[in-house]
């Protein structure tokens, strides 16, 4: 292995050592793959699932929707948050990435394994979902393939962790780490809990798959399976947050309102947010009605508290930033002078607010026990994880995307045009498509059957028009937000291939510890300085009117359904 160098970026002043950096390369560029074949395979799911096109065949639909599943909400965001956790530590803290070689290992192994279950997918027989449900068997490579992929993650979970011990022995920072190393460092340990229990649950089913054990329970694998497959969407939410954070701090040199308060928001991600799996398990008799009224109610709100907290202190911190520029007429020239034409700063807001709005208000709702009866495996649950891992950790992976063009792999990027397109595009088709998928689910649309008029069966179910205008719109949505997903990639690969070669920056042999500063200060005065981000209070309160609104008319549509007894 080469002699490890350090490079200072001229255009953002961050350092790259350059283990790290080709690692971040190659996560950041495989998770694209991943973005692609995942991307593709939408096409066939969105236009099967809209009525007038009906595209694909009964079989093909499920393997597609199988392997779409996986691609998006595993493997893309995973290979894309391991470059992002090399990226908080090694880079942010200034050191040196520990245990580079086993780092490769990891990446090696997630590799393997998500080739391997993609193979297994598409040779047919494996058609099993993304929650792959027993005693409903896929062949044993698909779960070899998540085993290894798991093993790699955590691999790279326990890299990063390494890597933060590197920074602290070699004192590269002063003081606690930044915020944004803080909100990794919480999405790492929820990885863990996470991978951990997927890997918990598949070793026994490839066990059963191999026929080395006879069975197993249904109620057991569904309830360590969903520890995995929704606190996935947790380890998202954390890194997409520090995101959020980091792009304030570039696009506008923000500093948390408070660092206390948006430290003790994450804490209470550790403590609380993975609970949300309770939501996917109020149907089941495996659980009992006081663990289910538990997670629904008490535990569920620190979670919501959480990312409540972390809506308001963002753009709170921005509102802050942009009135010290004289940005202060009026509650809202801050935001109508923010950069829009920046897709780093358009992509994180639209992020932002889609995932407060569309995601977070329609989390709650499923999450509450009485009403997950009405839209429970309807379509309004993927109308719903649509607006947290499309619009929340997608877009706000594509916006941070923008930003590592020219300063990671030392790129041009082509067409800036389109770029300040793609976001809007992209997140606006999103929101739609997200609307109009919880509206055909609240009419109660299945969430995954391949035919929604259910032709030549026994006791077929006349559905209302509305719900045929919905699907229809829902394949409307989702080509427009396919293309605009497509306009992301060209604009990424081809700038890595095709856009001119900037300066990197000159290597050297040592790092440059973090120079000391008083950020803290500052940023404390933020927060005690009255009524700093009015715009921000008012855009608060109109989310708190939404979410009360749309929390009552759903008990108003559950109230329909009791004149069924």
Known sequence: MSATTYRTCPRSGLQFESNAETLMVVNAVTAVVALLVGGILAIGVVLTRWPAVHWLAADTFYMVLTAHGIDMLIFWVIFFEIAVLYFASSTLLRCRLATPRIAWLGFALMLIGAVMNNLTVFQGGSSVMMTSYVPMMASPYFYAGLILFAVGALIGCFVFF???????????????????????????IIAVFTIASGAIILIPTFFLSIGLIDQVDPLIYRTIWWAFGHSSQQINVAAHISIWYAVAAIAFGAKPMSERVSRGAFLLYILFLQLASAHHLLADPGVSTAWKVVNTSYFMYFAVLASMIHGLTIPGAIEVAQRAKGYNNGLFEWLRKAPWGNPVFSGMFISLIGFGFLGGISGVMMGTEQLNMIIHNTIYVPGHFHATVVVGTTLTFMALTYFLIPVLFKREMIHPGLAKLQPYMFGLSMYFFCLVMMGAGTLGVPRRHWDLSFAGAAMAYEWPGAAYLMMGLVGIGGVAAITGGGLYIY??????????????GKPS???????????????????????????????????LVSFVLYYFINWKYLSQVWGLS
């Open 491 to 504: 604009i990424t690969v081809g700038s890595l291939l095709w856009g001119k070669k900037l300066d990197g």
């Open 509 to 543: 042999a040592h790092f440059t510890p973090i120079p000391v500063s008083a950020p803290s200060a500052a940023a404390q005065s933020y927060g005690s300085a009255g009524f700093a981000a009015p715009g921000t209070f008012v855009l608060a309160m109109v989310f």
């Open 162 to 188: 390494g890597t933060l011990v590197v920074a602290k022995r070699d004192k590269t920072y002063q003081g606690s780490v930044p915020l944004v190393t803080f909100g990794a460092i919480v999405a790492a």
